[in-house]
């Protein structure tokens, strides 16, 4: 079953902040973020792997509550390379489901 | 940058022909992927592999093949193409055990079938 990601689009200005969700029915044991910038692959931003555990990424960062079974991205202080279209995936019976993304816009 | 390679990268097909994808990779990692691209559905799996003739079904694998006859190639089939397979397939490999590695995206193929 696919985790469900909210919003499903922000607009942002340069200097602000944006999180995003991603949350499943399923018991958690990972979770992992991906960016895809427009016809590009998606691209590697973290795995987290414990319950609770926040990683960093530049000024990008992620939590993850395994009690709610679900995780957040946070950007911060948003830059005009961080528009794109996030996913978060989740492990389904030895697979691995990804949300339907969330499209991040940041303008000058 | 993790080796692995799409072809072709784009085709456009007739309904009802037989396509095959493949993918590449240098790496020598054990999991390979197919997913499947749509506007509103993000990513979905076809099929995955996860040794030399280790295949499995994903969520989306009807009118869909696989084969893995080496470890750096991983073959994907549409067995007679529809319209409802167009779409954008990336190929994706894992080098650790189960999700706790990374995965990684090749380039994608952008299949159109008329």
């Known amino acids: 079953q696919q985790p469900v990601q909210s919003p499903q689009a922000v607009i942002l200005r340069e200097g602000e902040d944006a999180v995003i969700n991603c949350s499943s029915s399923?018991?958690?044991?990972?979770v992992h973020w991906y960016r895809q910038k427009h016809g590009e692959a998606p691209v590697f931003l973290m795995i987290?792997?414990?319950?609770?555990e926040q990683k960093g990424h530049e000024k990008i960062s992620a939590s993850f509550n395994e009690k709610k079974q679900q995780s957040s991205l946070y950007l911060t202080a948003s830059q005009l390379s961080y528009s794109g279209t996030y996913f978060c995936?989740?492990?389904?019976?030895?697979?691995?489901?990804f949300g339907a993304g969330t499209r991040l816009t940041v303008k000058p | 940058d993790a080796g692995i390679t799409q072809s072709p990268r784009h085709k456009v097909t007739e309904t009802g022909t037989p396509v095959t994808l493949r993918c590449h990779q240098t790496?020598?990692?054990?999991?390979m992927y197919w997913y499947r691209q749509d506007p509103g559905h993000g990513l979905r799996l076809i099929h995955y592999?996860?040794?030399?003739?280790?295949?499995d079904k994903g969520e989306v694998s009807d009118g869909y093949s696989v084969s893995r006859s080496k470890t750096e190639d991983f073959l994907l089939t549409l067995e007679s193409a529809t319209s409802s397979q167009t779409s954008v397939y990336f190929c994706a490999i894992q080098g650790g055990e189960y999700f706790n590695s990374p995965l990684h995206f090749g380039n994608g193929t952008r299949l159109t079938v008329t």
């Open positions: 987290l792997l414990k319950g609770g």
């Open positions: 592999s996860y040794g030399v003739k280790d295949t």
């Open positions: 790496e020598n990692h054990r999991y």
């Open positions: 399923k018991a958690l044991y990972s």
């Open positions: 995936g989740t492990e389904d019976n030895n697979d691995m489901r």
